[in-house]
């Protein structure tokens, strides 16, 4: 059965929307950095350019873009076990939209695992997901004004001048490109806090048939 949820009929659903906003606003109030629709825009493009590169059909595509977008709903319950009550949230609102329980399947999986706690790649989707997530570091997911306060989280998003994911020229390997400031955090301050964010996009990428590289100021780290 055909589904008529899209990516842009889950952006135009006022009440999925409120979910982004409503779980962003509970992590703002924890400190934690952006969450919101810049965020979860960028997974939804990040993740859909992984599966597009590698040849699969637009449906799959599509539905990875619908995953990455709703990812980070289940932290307006809490922040512990986010991707798991994320996963429930997006089975009741998908179903409430008749979308086909194959495609629902498909959507709660990759939300149920992109976390680096518990994740684990299942599918192209649940694998591209892990990857957009993992990869997006960048100065302006950072809310705190004040930089004597930042804390590690803080100085490595902020750190990160420039941050690009694309594909080697053979399309063999998915490489996280990233313009470190050192005088405002250290690449090993980065992988103290990254490293299994790290590795789980590792095990993403290989169940995707390809590598994954990182390169840092210029230079092979990963």
Do not use: W
């Not at 930042?150 to 996280?176: G, M, Q, W």
């Amino acid at each position: 059965m055909a589904s008529i949820v899209t990516y842009k009929y889950i952006k135009q659903n006022p009440d999925i929307m409120e979910y982004i906003r409503r779980a962003d606003q509970a992590l703002e109030a924890l400190g934690y950095t952006e969450h919101s629709f810049p965020h979860v825009e960028r997974v939804a493009a990040t993740s859909a350019m992984i599966l597009e590169t590698l040849g699969y059909d637009e449906r799959t595509v599509e539905l990875a873009r619908i995953a990455s977008i709703m990812h980070d709903i289940g932290n307006v319950i809490n922040r512990v076990d986010h991707a798991q009550s994320g996963a429930v949230m997006a089975f009741r609102l998908l179903d409430c939209l008749s979308m086909p329980a194959g495609e629902i399947c498909s959507v709660i999986s990759a939300i149920g695992n992109h976390d680096e706690g518990t994740g684990q790649p299942l599918d192209p989707i649940s694998a591209a997901l892990i990857i957009g997530d993992k990869t997006d570091v960048r100065r302006s997911r950072v809310r705190n004004t004040d930089l004597l306060t930042f804390d590690i989280h803080d100085r490595v998003n902020y750190a990160v001048e420039v941050s690009k994911v694309h594909f080697s020229d053979d399309n063999k390997s998915i490489i996280l490109e990233l313009q470190i400031d050192t005088e405002i955090s250290s690449v090993l301050e980065y992988f103290e806090i990254f490293m299994k964010r790290m590795l789980l996009c590792r095990r993403a990428s290989e169940y995707l048939g390809v590598n994954f590289e990182m390169m840092i100021n210029g230079s092979k780290i990963l």
